[in-house]
């Protein structure tokens, strides 16, 4: 009998995917009725579950296959179809619908296909010790295909102006979460203990920021992590010419 019963601990990583995919679902209906800021807010939430629930998994040693399965509908819904109808409500739903809707499935495939690739990997042999990422993660790729509507909340620039820009910029993501492209894994990031403290008072600054000016800071985040990709593309560029 104890076979057929499952500790509530053993489900607490998969609540938390199921939490982060309907604040996906939701940022959809808010993103219909115009309330762009509680739809982008909502996906912000969902890739912070996301985080949260992978780490609960392994420290309670609660690993699934379902549950990874689970993870990658979720990242989909979430980091695939929300922010690309999000994007579209915001700054694509005029004179060029049509065009950007195409860009918006664009988007939308490219993260199907990214996390489909993920899912090979970890499935692979040493695939969880990988130390770097091949391509934007999804998360990080909603993030990213979310700047003009950051940009527009935060009255920065007025993205509904320039629909084409926007739904190039778009695709333009889409493309950088199926590069093969090596970005930064949090899990192989390493800080001295001398260090710690200067981690612990950035992101409490971080956290000030965000709270004061929430819009501007996700600009400046997304705009910084832009900068980063650009640096390891050029550093591949150099390695392959020197090779």
Not at 58 to 78: C, N, P, Q, T, Y
Not at 114 to 133: D, E, Q, S, T, V
Not at 201 to 223: E, P, Q, S
Request: hydrophobic share 60%; aromatic share 10%.
């Amino acid at each position: 009998m104890a076979r057929d019963r499952l500790s509530l601990l053993h489900l607490v990583p998969n609540l938390v995917t199921i939490l982060g995919m309907c604040a996906g679902i939701s940022a959809i209906r808010f993103t219909f009725e115009e309330r762009f800021e509680i739809a982008a807010a909502l996906i912000i939430l969902a890739a912070l579950l996301d985080g949260i629930d992978g780490l609960l998994a392994r420290k309670l040693d609660v690993a699934s296959s379902f549950g990874a399965e689970l993870d990658s509908f979720s990242d989909f819904i979430s980091f695939g179809v929300a922010p690309g109808i999000l994007v579209f409500g915001y700054a694509l739903a005029g004179p060029m619908a049509g065009v950007g809707w195409i860009f918006v499935l664009i988007f939308a495939v490219c993260a199907c296909l990214r996390l489909a690739r993920f899912n090979i990997n970890r499935a692979a042999p040493g695939g969880p010790a990988m130390r770097h990422f091949v391509g934007v993660p999804a998360p990080a790729g909603a993030m990213l295909g979310l700047l003009p509507v950051f940009l527009g909340l935060s009255d920065l620039v007025d993205v509904k102006q320039a629909p084409v820009l926007v739904a190039l910029y778009l695709g333009a993501v889409g493309v950088l979460m199926v590069s093969r492209l090596a970005t930064p894994s949090l899990k192989a990031v390493r800080v001295a203990r001398r260090d710690t403290v200067w981690v612990l008072i950035g992101m409490t600054a971080f956290a000030g920021l965000l709270a004061l000016w929430t819009w501007a800071t996700l600009v400046i985040a997304d705009l910084a992590y832009l900068g980063v990709l650009a640096w390891l593309a050029a550093r591949g560029r150099k390695r392959r010419g020197r090779g």
